[in-house]
């Protein structure tokens, strides 16, 4: 997961590397797909924010709906493709009006490639470690406006940069469990004389099976499996005309419970983000949660 | 001469769509594949076991990390294929066990079985004397009753686990021997 924007932590981005195996809902993974092998995975993301420590009571709701399609070249590089689209709206009260101003359309892409630079394979179990590499790249609207005026940065659809990032993930699946870890970085540079700051992301996840109880003795099964997850943000300040902005940036982290689906050729999750931490700087918006569903086909 | 162009009809029906299939030559594929963890991710092995190593009714269990699957009547196993397929679908290969039926031949000095389809061989093994050597090595029961066979080139139905070495064609680690009747 990633959030671009600081005060905002909003124009979420949530660019997550869909993999061929169950992984964890909010975080990347080590697993990649087969050769051949075309992953599309579609995400409902909701988020609200609403405890605003200022007089102008600022509430923000952001729709998002990331859209990834994953391309194995071979089974240990892929490619990762996430469309996201976006819809955001803020209320806040200016000079005594309650106003809402919002924008909705086409997010930054990101094309991430992905390499598994380790797998070791067990009966009934694997553990993998991967890098991941790629940019965003700026698709976005980042100069909109509305009868008032340009959008502030927080409501624009894109960040007007093209911003590169490194990662890696590992994994560890049983048919019982699995243990996701995840690190990416990403370098925002700058666009119109603004850039957010750098991104450093985490996540711990675990997942345990919990239906069939006990598995069949032959041939393949719709499995469900509880997640919890660790998801945490660390973002510095946002620069503008190269002078740092107070408001902005700070370290965020959630607690992800959510459920899984997994069959053969589908899986669907869902997953509630509570922030357990946020040690944003200056005055921001806190996030209240973002609720989280998606599903993965392969073919 | 209506009813004699019927009973033609009939009869040439009877031999050609009454003719039982011929048996595969290698069949009972189980093959035990590492890694296989979760439901989503068979998808990619039942694709990569049929594009790639032209296997077909491929059943994965999950539980045991197995998979089944047979081979088109008169096809060839190839195990560098198969090894492949398995790797490019993610995974790890630990072994395969199968059945070829065939007649008894020598390769290389070692005692053979060529499958009746395509001639594929696999050098056999004995089970029971696997430690005993480097090479192929057979108990002196086995190694009198598949001289036998290869003299009369009777058709057998040999089962066990399939083994490479470097330089030789395949081999099979017996488990079971079964003499068929033509």
Redesign the interface.
Same mark, same amino acid.
């Given at each position: 997961m990633r959030w671009k924007g600081s005060a905002s932590a909003l124009a979420a981005v949530f660019m997550v590397p869909a993999s061929a195996f169950a992984m964890a809902i909010n975080s990347d993974v080590g697993l990649t797909p087969f050769k051949g092998q075309w992953i599309y995975r579609s995400q409902l993301r909701y988020t609200k924010k609403a405890d605003d420590p200022t007089p102008r009571d600022r509430k923000l709701e952001v729709f998002a709906m990331p859209q990834t399609l994953v391309y194995g070249f071979t089974e240990k590089a892929s490619v990762i493709l996430t469309i996201p689209f976006l819809s955001k709206e803020l209320d806040a009260t200016t000079d005594g009006i309650r106003a809402s101003r919002g924008d909705a359309g086409l997010g930054d892409l990101l094309l991430l490639s992905k390499y598994r630079v380790y797998a070791r394979d067990y009966p009934q179990a694997t553990s993998r470690f991967s890098i991941v590499a790629g940019t965003d790249l700026p698709t976005g609207q980042s100069g909109d406006a509305d009868a008032r005026g340009k959008l502030p940065r927080d409501l624009q659809l894109g960040s007007g940069s093209a911003d590169p990032l490194v990662g890696s993930a590992y994994t560890w699946q049983s048919l019982d469990d699995e243990w996701d870890a995840s690190l990416t970085y990403t370098f925002n540079t700058t666009a119109n004389k603004f850039e957010f700051g750098d991104v450093l992301t985490y996540t711990v996840a675990y997942q345990r099976r919990i239906w069939p109880v006990r598995l069949p003795a032959r041939g393949l099964y719709a499995q469900w499996n509880l997640v919890l997850e660790a998801n945490g943000q660390w973002e510095q300040k946002a620069k503008d005309h190269a002078r740092r902005i107070d408001n902005t940036g700070g370290h965020l982290l959630f607690l992800s419970p959510g459920i899984q689906v997994a069959t053969k050729h589908v899986v669907a999750e869902a997953s509630i983000q509570l922030p357990v931490l946020q040690h944003l700087n200056g005055n921001q918006v806190e996030l209240d949660f973002t609720l989280v569903g998606s599903i993965r086909v392969t073919f | 001469m209506r009813n004699g162009a019927a009973i033609v009809l009939v009869m040439l029906g009877l031999v050609l769509g009454g003719s039982s299939p011929v048996a595969a030559e290698i069949e009972g594929i189980r093959l035990?594949v590492?890694?296989?963890?979760?439901?989503?991710? /068979?998808?990619?092995?039942?694709?990569?076991l049929k594009?790639r190593a032209g296997l077909e009714q491929i059943?994965?269990?999950?539980?045991?990390?197995e998979t089944e699957a047979s081979l088109p009547t008169g096809e060839g196993l190839d195990i560098g294929r198969l090894r492949l397929a398995i790797?490019? /679908?993610?995974?790890?290969l630990?072994s395969i066990r199968l059945s070829v039926t065939g007649t008894v031949v020598r390769d290389g000095g070692y005692l053979a079985v060529a499958s009746r389809g395509d001639g594929t061989r696999f050098l056999l093994f004995d089970a029971e004397h696997q430690e005993a050597g480097s090479g192929p090595v057979l108990s002196e029961r086995l190694q009198r009753q598949l001289e036998q066979a290869e003299r009369t080139a009777g058709l057998l139905r040999i089962s066990g686990t399939v083994h490479e070495h470097a330089g030789l064609p395949p081999a099979i680690m017996m488990e079971a021997v079964e003499e068929l009747s033509e």
């Amino acid at each position: 997961m990633r959030w671009k924007g600081s005060a905002s932590a909003l124009a979420a981005v949530f660019m997550v590397p869909a993999s061929a195996f169950a992984m964890a809902i909010n975080s990347d993974v080590g697993l990649t797909p087969f050769k051949g092998q075309w992953i599309y995975r579609s995400q409902l993301r909701y988020t609200k924010k609403a405890d605003d420590p200022t007089p102008r009571d600022r509430k923000l709701e952001v729709f998002a709906m990331p859209q990834t399609l994953v391309y194995g070249f071979t089974e240990k590089a892929s490619v990762i493709l996430t469309i996201p689209f976006l819809s955001k709206e803020l209320d806040a009260t200016t000079d005594g009006i309650r106003a809402s101003r919002g924008d909705a359309g086409l997010g930054d892409l990101l094309l991430l490639s992905k390499y598994r630079v380790y797998a070791r394979d067990y009966p009934q179990a694997t553990s993998r470690f991967s890098i991941v590499a790629g940019t965003d790249l700026p698709t976005g609207q980042s100069g909109d406006a509305d009868a008032r005026g340009k959008l502030p940065r927080d409501l624009q659809l894109g960040s007007g940069s093209a911003d590169p990032l490194v990662g890696s993930a590992y994994t560890w699946q049983s048919l019982d469990d699995e243990w996701d870890a995840s690190l990416t970085y990403t370098f925002n540079t700058t666009a119109n004389k603004f850039e957010f700051g750098d991104v450093l992301t985490y996540t711990v996840a675990y997942q345990r099976r919990i239906w069939p109880v006990r598995l069949p003795a032959r041939g393949l099964y719709a499995q469900w499996n509880l997640v919890l997850e660790a998801n945490g943000q660390w973002e510095q300040k946002a620069k503008d005309h190269a002078r740092r902005i107070d408001n902005t940036g700070g370290h965020l982290l959630f607690l992800s419970p959510g459920i899984q689906v997994a069959t053969k050729h589908v899986v669907a999750e869902a997953s509630i983000q509570l922030p357990v931490l946020q040690h944003l700087n200056g005055n921001q918006v806190e996030l209240d949660f973002t609720l989280v569903g998606s599903i993965r086909v392969t073919f | 001469m209506r009813n004699g162009a019927a009973i033609v009809l009939v009869m040439l029906g009877l031999v050609l769509g009454g003719s039982s299939p011929v048996a595969a030559e290698i069949e009972g594929i189980r093959l035990e594949v590492d890694g296989l963890s979760c439901p989503f991710c /068979a998808l990619g092995l039942d694709k990569r076991l049929k594009e790639r190593a032209g296997l077909e009714q491929i059943q994965i269990h999950l539980k045991q990390g197995e998979t089944e699957a047979s081979l088109p009547t008169g096809e060839g196993l190839d195990i560098g294929r198969l090894r492949l397929a398995i790797q490019e /679908a993610g995974f790890t290969l630990r072994s395969i066990r199968l059945s070829v039926t065939g007649t008894v031949v020598r390769d290389g000095g070692y005692l053979a079985v060529a499958s009746r389809g395509d001639g594929t061989r696999f050098l056999l093994f004995d089970a029971e004397h696997q430690e005993a050597g480097s090479g192929p090595v057979l108990s002196e029961r086995l190694q009198r009753q598949l001289e036998q066979a290869e003299r009369t080139a009777g058709l057998l139905r040999i089962s066990g686990t399939v083994h490479e070495h470097a330089g030789l064609p395949p081999a099979i680690m017996m488990e079971a021997v079964e003499e068929l009747s033509e």
